[in-house]
């Protein structure tokens, strides 16, 4: 396998990584009755901040993994 093609999927397994981890992250700050959590107004605001700096860094990640797959794509003779 090529190294361009690796990278490429690498930085789309990084995407999976973020997104699964921005949902760990929802999951244990959410309000629940037996801990306090963050209040209710309170964590959607913080959702949303912390998922947009996962959003642009998800993009960047795309944007890397499409540059090398098509780089890759365009090396063949």
């Not at 973020?18 to 309000?31: K, N, S």
């Amino acid at each position: 396998m090529n190294v361009r093609r690796l990278a490429a999927l690498g930085a789309i397994g990084v995407c999976f990584g973020i997104v699964l981890l921005f949902a760990l992250f929802v999951y244990m700050t959410r309000p629940t009755p037996s801990t306090a959590g963050f209040g209710e107004g309170q964590g959607p605001v913080l959702w949303i901040s912390v998922g947009t700096i996962a959003a642009a860094l998800i993009a960047v990640h795309l944007v890397f993994a499409r540059q090398l797959w098509e780089d890759e794509r365009n090396a063949r003779p």
